[in-house]
């Protein structure tokens, strides 16, 4: 039988993130998975995204499912406390690579680069890669093979300006239909950095969109299903913030169902780029 790699692709996007990676880490020793994490380089100012909301009322009940006080004093990050992400909780960042799991770059600056990469030019993001691989490298002497754009932010500058690095691949996509890991082109030119796309939204952001956790269940389940029947790699991903502080059982759940089922195979997306550079 065909069995289908699975990934499970973590975003540290800020300090309360990675503050709580210690508790996704004893999760995936207890079912004995690896995982993929991107962590965010650079300032947290995660309280900017306070004033979104301000602006924009109707947004109010997902701000609010999102539990945005739970985390106390570091959900000021950014307006009462200056907190650079990697530099936030050290043993976090050991554990990741000691115990097995994969760490990847996630940009630099999470709130600058949501808000202002699409007028970025190709050296200015160069310059914002260049640093936050200094920095991740520097806070866990680890060299760095992944990176994955914030907010899933692509523009035709960021694809030539990751060409540069020499990653062996990069996950910038989120895709709601089965798509093989592709190579993106900008105009008539095909890039060099494999894409290895996320297969469907988070649990926590299914659960902001009020999808009750069974028939979250069932869309994952569904999701995987397609995939499979395709000979396709399948991506979740998630939020130690969102999945970890607030959906953990839910989060849980469906990570046990997806490794108890034999069609299905837990790998890094490392393993899972360099099976399909092979494959292709």
């Known amino acids: 039988m065909f069995e289908t790699p699975v990934a499970i692709r973590i975003d540290i996007d800020s300090a309360r993130d990675i ?33 979104k909301h301000v602006a924009n009322p109707r947004s109010y009940l997902k ?7 739970r985390y106390r004093f570091q959900s000021l990050n950014g307006i ?23 760490l990847g770059l996630h940009g630099y600056d999470h709130y600058a680069w949501m808000n202002e990469l699409p007028n970025m030019d190709e050296t200015t993001i160069k310059a914002l890669i260049g640093r936050g691989l200094e920095a991740l490298t520097a806070a866990s002497a680890t060299n760095i093979a992944g990176f994955a754009s914030p907010g899933f ?13 020499g990653f062996n691949y990069s996950s ?23 894409q290895v796309p996320v297969s469907m939204d988070s649990i926590g952001e299914l659960c902001a969109k009020g ?22 790699p399948f991506v979740l991903y998630a939020h130690p913030s969102s999945e970890v502080g607030c959906y953990v059982d839910l989060f849980s ?26 494959r292709v």
């Open 211 to 232: 999808v009750p956790e069974d028939e979250i269940k069932v869309r994952v389940r569904a999701s995987a299903d397609r995939w499979h029947s395709k000979r396709l």
């Open 153 to 165: 932010t692509v523009t035709s500058a960021l694809l030539r300006a990751i060409d540069s690095f």
């Open 172 to 194: 910038d996509f989120k895709c709601s239909e089965p798509i093989s890991p592709f190579y993106p082109k900008t105009g008539a030119e095909t890039r060099h950095v494999l």
């Open 19 to 51: 503050a709580l990676a210690p508790e996704l880490l004893d999760l995936f020793r207890l079912l004995d998975i690896k995982g993929t994490f991107f962590v965010t380089t650079g300032p947290d100012r995660l309280a900017l995204n306070l004033f």
């Open 63 to 69: 701000f609010i499912k999102s539990k945005p006080l």
């Open 80 to 102: 009462l406390r200056n907190v650079r992400v990697e530099e936030a909780c050290p043993a976090a960042l050991l554990r990741i690579t000691n115990e097995g799991h994969e």
């Open 253 to 278: 759940s469906v990570l046990q169902d997806l490794n108890e089922d034999a069609r299905f195979t837990f790998l890094t997306l490392a393993e899972i780029a360099r099976q399909w550079k092979v």
